[in-house]
């Protein structure tokens, strides 16, 4: 049973983590920015009780991110899995028509954010079994993979969780925890649209197993559902 802590979990990717998490037994911490109004995760914790605790978490409030530390320290003494799962879309501006607000705002939950959470939840985090701190970053975010061009804020915000995320692989490496980015697939929610290739259910799944099988030397990399290398 692993202690788990995801972000943005009342709808999309990070409801799916939820559930599957709660199906196989995990402990699971959801944050969300409106509990009393995540019905889903209300319908998840009539099924499974005591193992899902929903926390109120605007990622981009630091106040609300101290909260949730000692929230979960209330019901554990250590994390085993950080899923900094919510992220923005950011807009479709294109150059010529950019702000300084949207690509901002962007920054601060795709990329900020999830760094913050993780600096938080270190403590937490060193006293976890085997502990990983696992960021939903985009294909989008690869420099390598762009040749299409456009979505400014979105490719550049996750090209910086990935940035961010290797030096905290070679930060934290001699604490045995291990941190890795993980693109989930064009995904049917809100943000991926009816048209994705991939169902929550399926990429979550993945998602998972690719979690489940990490090892210390896969820290610092980036991943794809089905756990293939993406080029950064
Ligand atoms: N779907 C895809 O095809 C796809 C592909 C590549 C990467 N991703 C990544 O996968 C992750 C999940 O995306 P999704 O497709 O599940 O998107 P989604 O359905 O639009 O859900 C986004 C989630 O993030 C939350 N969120 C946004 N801003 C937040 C904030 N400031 N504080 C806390 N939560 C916040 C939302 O909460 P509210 O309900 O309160 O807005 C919602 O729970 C994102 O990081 C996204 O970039 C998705």
Redesign the pocket.
């Known amino acids: 049973m692993l202690r788990v802590f995801i ?8 409801l799916g983590l939820a559930g599957q998490c709660l199906q196989r037994g995990d402990r699971v911490f959801a ?4 509990p009393e109004q995540a019905t889903e995760l209300h319908r998840l914790q009539d099924q499974h009780g005591d193992r899902l605790t929903v926390l109120p ?4 409030d630091q106040s609300a991110i101290d909260s949730a530390v000692t929230t979960v320290e209330g019901f554990v003494d250590g994390l085993d899995l950080l899923v900094n ?4 879309g950011g807009g479709e501006d294109p150059f010529g028509q950019l702000a300084e607000e949207g690509l901002i705002d962007t920054f601060r ?2 990329a900020v ?1 999830p760094i913050l959470l993780a600096q938080a939840m270190l403590p937490l985090l060193k006293k976890g079994q085997r502990p990983v701190i696992a960021s ?5 975010g690869s420099i390598a993979d762009n040749g299409s061009g456009g979505y400014y804020a979105y490719r550049a915000s ?1 090209a910086a969780l990935n940035m961010l995320h290797k030096s905290l692989a070679v930060d934290l490496a001699q604490q045995g925890i291990i941190t890795v980015v993980l ?5 049917r ?4 649209g009816q048209g ?1 290739r991939l169902s929550v259910e399926e990429s979550v799944a993945g998602l998972l197993q690719v979690v489940d099988g990490l090892t210390e030397t896969d820290s610092g990399r980036f991943f794809d559902w089905r756990g293939k290398k993406v080029p950064w």
């Open positions: 972000t943005g979990a009342n709808r999309g990717i990070g944050g969300c920015r409106n978490l605007d990622v981009t799962n919510a992220g923005v939950v795709n954010a939903v970053t985009s294909r989008m996750k693109h989930p697939g064009w995904v929610t809100d943000m991926g994705g």
